[in-house]
């Protein structure tokens, strides 16, 4: 049986003062990272960051859409989608 998965839509800020989850965006999590959008760098940034706050480890969350846009999507591997409106709740 495959480990549940699903997606959560992002926008992001590179170059932020600090790593935070800024509230929601219309349908999108916002999300600033501190490190800058040079080389895949903020990307790195987000994906590790949004593992940790949802307690998911950094393999299981992974970019699906955005690479080079502010607007993206993520894949995270080991949650269904009820569990990750749960956890995003609690932050």
Do not use: Q, Y
């Amino acid at each position: 049986m495959p480990l549940p998965s699903c997606t959560l839509e992002l926008k992001v800020v590179p170059n932020a003062p600090r790593d935070e989850i800024a509230g929601w965006l219309g349908g999108a999590l916002k999300v600033k990272v501190h490190a800058p959008a040079l080389d895949g760098r903020a990307n790195d940034a987000l994906c590790a960051f949004v593992a940790a706050k949802l307690e998911v480890p950094r393999r299981a969350v992974t970019l699906v859409r955005g690479g080079k846009s502010r607007a993206k999507v993520v894949r995270i591997d080991g949650l269904d989608r009820a569990t990750l409106e749960s956890r995003l709740r609690n932050l």
